[in-house]
């Protein structure tokens, strides 16, 4: 880690986004209180839909922008869009009709699917190889930190000063950002001007789906995370402040996301060390543990064997998550992978609306012992059935199967 943080552009791009997701988290406090006491919990809730569809939506696009040109430069972009959707929400989140603050969060929306893509895929660009996979360990241990900063620093100042001034100091650290940003300043991957149009873009999306089918590991990896979302973690993180609440009270849903928090930071600094020519054993592996998490929404354990689970559950997804972006790091062409990554987060994230959604109805219809089961074969089939397709034990295509064919890039 050290190494890392003495590189002084690595040291500025890294400073710059642990402030923007310690202002995010702080916003995320400070919505809620200026929101619901003016409108309401459903006028909140459409709020919240409007950013994760638009945000949705533009994945795939974000991806192929990300692609086209300076990657810090549409984190750029993306920062003076978030700032525009957050001045909006603080201008008529409370006040005014409800359409201004449903046009806020959608710009919110849009700057989320410009930057994540983006992110991702700037990290290869400043980092060697053989650093990559530290690298992706503090990127994914620090937004932990800043997170659950953002959110003690958020409580702080709602209740000191109110929700408008948290909000404004959410604008600064966007500034923070974007001055890092401006310096680091990292050159387009791809030669050449990008082509103009609609047609050019739509060609770009289709050649980053061909990318990602030419490595048949990757898809159903995935595909996996799809099933995974949408029949355990969507449902867990709609019933996990539901069941909490029923069972131990309102504090017990803030030690259950302690606990979440603190796994992902363990996960992340043990993925950090691992060395194995099969990371993908490991990653597939260490999501064992998450089939203990419906389990523990439908049988009433003791709160703190609960948060040991949270623990154990959310350290296995911090190692898998630094190996599998490591691993799609170094198998496409950096041409590619601002798509790539969009299609990895359009596939977690597409039909985690509708599990969250729907995932009370279901519980209260079947049960929860019937529903967390489910879950948990859901988990464990999709696991161990993506081992049927060669590559995913070792995170890479295997040499007499890899993809013949140059990226494509351009439209």
């Given at each position: 880690m050290a190494q890392l943080l003495r590189d002084n552009r690595y040291l500025a791009f890294w400073l710059g986004q642990v402030t923007s997701v310690v202002g995010t988290a702080l916003s995320f406090v400070a919505l809620p209180a200026l929101i619901l006491p003016a409108r309401g919990p459903q006028a909140f809730a459409l709020i919240l839909a409007a950013e994760a569809v638009a945000?949705?939506?533009?994945?795939?696009?974000?991806?192929?922008?990300?692609?086209?040109?300076?990657?810090?430069?549409?984190?750029?972009?993306?920062?003076?869009?978030?700032?525009?959707?957050?001045?909006?929400?603080?201008?008529?989140?409370?006040?005014?009709?409800?359409?201004?603050?449903?046009?806020?969060?959608?710009?919110l929306g849009i700057g989320s699917a410009l930057y994540d893509p983006a992110h991702r895929a700037a990290l290869p660009q400043l980092v060697p190889e053989e650093l990559r996979q530290k690298a992706n360990a503090l990127d994914s241990a620090t937004k932990r930190f800043g997170a659950a900063g953002g959110a003690l620093l958020g409580a702080a100042l709602v209740t000191a000063v109110g929700?408008?001034?948290?909000?404004?100091?959410?604008?600064?650290?966007?500034?923070?950002?974007?001055?890092?940003?401006?310096?680091?300043?990292l050159p387009r991957v791809s030669g050449g001007e990008p082509a103009r149009g609609v047609r050019a873009m739509l060609g770009e999306a289709a050649a980053g789906v061909r990318e990602v089918r030419l490595r048949p590991w990757a898809l159903v990896i995935m595909v996996q995370g799809t099933v995974q979302v949408f029949f355990l973690f969507g449902p867990n993180f709609a019933l996990l402040p539901i069941?909490?609440?029923e069972r131990y009270g309102p504090a017990a849903f803030g030690w259950l996301s302690a606990a979440t928090s603190v796994g992902m930071i363990i996960g992340s600094a043990t993925a950090s060390r691992i060395r194995t020519t099969r990371p993908g054993l490991w990653a597939m592996n260490v999501l064992l543990?998450?089939?203990?998490?419906?389990?523990?929404?439908?049988?009433?354990?003791?709160?703190?064997?609960?948060?040991?689970?949270?623990?154990?559950?959310?350290?296995?997804?911090?190692?898998?998550?630094?190996?599998w972006f490591?691993?799609?790091?170094?198998?496409?062409?950096?041409?590619?992978?601002?798509?790539?990554?969009?299609?990895?987060?359009?596939?977690?994230?597409?039909?985690?609306?509708?599990?969250?959604?729907?995932?009370?109805?279901?519980?209260l219809g079947v049960g929860m012992p019937v529903f967390a089961a489910v879950a948990v074969v859901a988990l464990l089939v999709s696991t161990y059935?993506?081992?049927?397709?060669p590559g995913v034990d070792r995170l890479r295509t295997p040499e007499r199967a890899a993809p013949a064919v140059p990226a494509v890039t351009g439209g």
């Open positions: 945000g949705v939506l533009l994945l795939l696009a974000g991806g192929v922008v990300a692609d086209r040109y300076s990657r810090t430069a549409v984190m750029a972009v993306s920062d003076v869009v978030r700032v525009a959707g957050v001045a909006g929400l603080l201008a008529f989140g409370a006040r005014g009709q409800l359409w201004l603050p449903l046009v806020a969060a959608c710009l929700p408008q001034d948290a909000l404004l100091i959410d604008l600064a650290t966007f500034a923070v950002s974007l001055g890092t940003l401006l310096w680091v300043r069941v909490s609440l543990p998450c089939a203990l998490l419906p389990v523990c929404l439908a049988m009433p354990v003791p709160l703190a064997l609960w948060c040991a689970v949270q623990v154990v559950a959310w350290t296995g997804i911090g190692i898998f998550f630094v190996l490591t691993a799609l790091q170094r198998e496409f062409p950096a041409e590619v992978q601002g798509r790539v990554f969009a299609l990895e987060s359009l596939g977690n994230f597409a039909l985690q609306p509708v599990a969250i959604a729907v995932a009370p109805l279901l519980a059935a993506v081992f049927a397709v």
